[in-house]
């Protein structure tokens, strides 16, 4: 039951992904008329349920607070961002002053490839992609099988000393 509820977070991802991907790039529509869409479906929608609600004399208690993310939550999104941010900036910084050289080529070939991508293809398209590509990272993640070939692929044991890696074979 568990595997069912980790497959339905990639999916809705893409879903939603592929929503913004059609009304942003077919459509030729900014990202502002998008906003501007979804806050009109969702007015709409809550004053339909709002009317049939009343109309079928059903009370909804609405609290606020369960609408909120705790403090915990909001410092914890802050905190990955800024050390997301510092670790691009201190990558940048190791490679621009040329004392990792490996890391210098590193850098300079995969700006090189971003660059030609992007005249290649629009921005956004580049953006979904990368999207699907992380929304198959999610699925082969969740599921027991995809994951344990990938471990066995990439040669990761997850944590699990030699015999539990050999009776995982085993059972397989």
């Not at 809705?12 to 929503?19: A, D, K, T």
């Not at 080529?105 to 090189?112: A, D, G, Q, R, T």
């Not at 944590?159 to 995982?168: P, V």
Request: with cysteine; proline share 2%.
């Amino acid at each position: 039951m568990e595997y069912r509820s980790e497959i339905g977070k990639p999916v809705i991802v893409l879903i939603g992904g592929s929503l913004v991907y059609y009304h942003c790039a077919h459509r030729n529509s900014s990202l502002v008329s998008l906003v501007s869409d979804v806050l009109i479906v969702l007015l709409c929608s809550l004053a339909i349920l709002g009317l049939l609600f009343r109309q079928m004399n059903i009370s909804v208690p609405v609290d606020p607070l369960e609408w909120q993310i705790s403090q915990d939550t909001a410092n914890s999104i802050v905190a990955g961002i800024a050390n997301t941010v510092g670790a691009a900036e201190s990558v940048l910084r190791v490679s621009a002053t040329g004392h990792d050289k490996r890391l210098f080529f590193k850098v300079v070939v995969s700006l090189y490839v971003l660059s030609a991508l992007g005249r290649l293809v629009s921005g956004l398209t580049v953006a979904y992609a990368g999207l699907c590509l992380f929304c198959i990272y999610m699925f082969a993640e969740s599921s027991p099988s995809i994951s344990s070939c990938l471990s066995r692929f990439l040669g990761r044991n997850n944590g699990l000393t030699a015999e539990d890696t050999e009776e995982q074979e085993d059972t397989m």
